[in-house]
């Protein structure tokens, strides 16, 4: 049996299909599903019994357990207990546009990021479509508003689980599952060059963000190990090409790490490396956790560093600070359950 949650629509529309059965019910499920937010199969007034008890012997309903929420000003922290008993984390922050949940992709992570406190816990396995799908829905049901934008950058590496992630971006994305525009949909990689090439040619205009946290591969190869397999020029040219092809500005996410990667000199070479792209950097004061030995940049450091890169016409933003209070770093709320 397979979790409701867990289907596309296109793929439910062939369900009905190949059980000799009208497509237009694969709408109808989708709209009591995601919609009316039933929990029963049985609450389906307008599908019939026969179609409902066949529903019945094919999937079932099964949501996530909330073991922990952590809040702070404007910002909230789920940790989910998942059939397994492994657990992943959601925080969700609140916006003047709207509201945005940072989901996890995977159970821990195998990038070994040096930085990263999911990463620090090794990754156990991928999560399913409906694992992901259920971290947008119970937090909507949990706070009783509509999510309105959603970021891949939680636990794990979203092109390390390419095809549940796109399965789940179109259910989330479609206008009759969670209806969540495809502009308002950002995925982050750390830099995995053959998924980039192959999200390039993805049919929705979904925003790609790239974990680049260093000017040059010496810095790069010491915090991030995937430099040791694919170097910035690499990245580089592969976004290049998914500009080309898309016509999309690309987001470069650089956590400001004290001594490490904050220099005026560091500043002036990024600026030179991104020169010409269609792209902004997102600036990120760093997150401390208690495991890992790096720091957050002072605030005037990173100011300098943000005026670097305006003087050389790179469009850069600072990100505002979440969560500090929550531990809201990838990993930490779960990282703390573990070891209790």
């Not at 397999?229 to 040219?237: L, Q, T, W």
């Not at 999309?248 to 005026?264: A, S």
């Amino acid at each position: 049996m397979q979790n409701i949650y867990d289907i596309t629509l296109e793929e439910l529309e062939n369900y009905f299909i190949n059980n000799n059965d009208k497509k237009f019910k694969a709408s109808q499920v989708f709209d009591w599903v995601y919609k009316k937010r039933i929990n029963n199969f049985d609450d389906m007034r307008n599908v019939s019994k026969v179609t409902i008890n066949k529903l019945k012997d094919d999937f079932y309903f099964k949501k996530l357990e909330i073991i922990a929420k952590k809040e702070d000003k404007d910002v909230a922290k789920y940790l989910f207990k998942l059939d397994d008993n492994e657990k992943v984390e959601a925080v969700l922050m609140y916006h003047d546009y709207g509201n945005s949940i940072c989901i996890s992709t995977q159970v821990g992570c195998n990038m070994g990021c040096k930085f990263c406190e999911s990463g620090r816990l090794k990754k156990v396995r991928n999560l399913e479509v409906y694992e992901m799908v259920l971290q947008i829905l119970m937090v909507e049901e949990d706070i009783g508003k509509r999510i309105t934008h959603v970021v891949l950058m939680g636990i794990g590496e979203p092109f390390d689980n390419y095809d549940n992630v796109i399965r789940f971006i179109d259910i989330i994305n479609s206008g009759k599952g969670i209806a969540i525009g495809s502009r308002h949909i950002t995925l982050s990689t750390c830099g995995i060059v053959p998924k980039i090439k192959e999200f390039t040619n993805y049919d929705k205009q979904v925003n790609l963000a790239i974990s680049l946290h260093a000017p040059n591969n010496e810095i790069r190869d010491s915090i991030m190990n995937i430099n040791k397999v694919y170097k910035i020029e690499d990245i580089i040219s592969a976004i290049k090409d998914y500009i080309v092809h898309t016509n999309r500005r690309v987001t470069f996410e650089y956590i400001m790490l004290k001594g490490v990667n904050d220099t005026i000199e560091c500043a002036l070479e990024l600026s030179k490396l991104l020169k010409g792209l269609n792209c902004y950097v997102n600036l990120i004061p760093y997150n401390e956790t208690s495991h890992i030995e790096y720091k957050k940049s002072d605030s005037d450091a990173i100011m300098e560093f943000y005026d670097v890169l305006k003087k050389n016409n790179i469009c850069v933003t600072i990100r505002r600070e979440f969560g500090s209070k929550v531990n809201a770093a990838c990993g930490q709320l779960r990282s703390h359950y573990e070891e209790v």
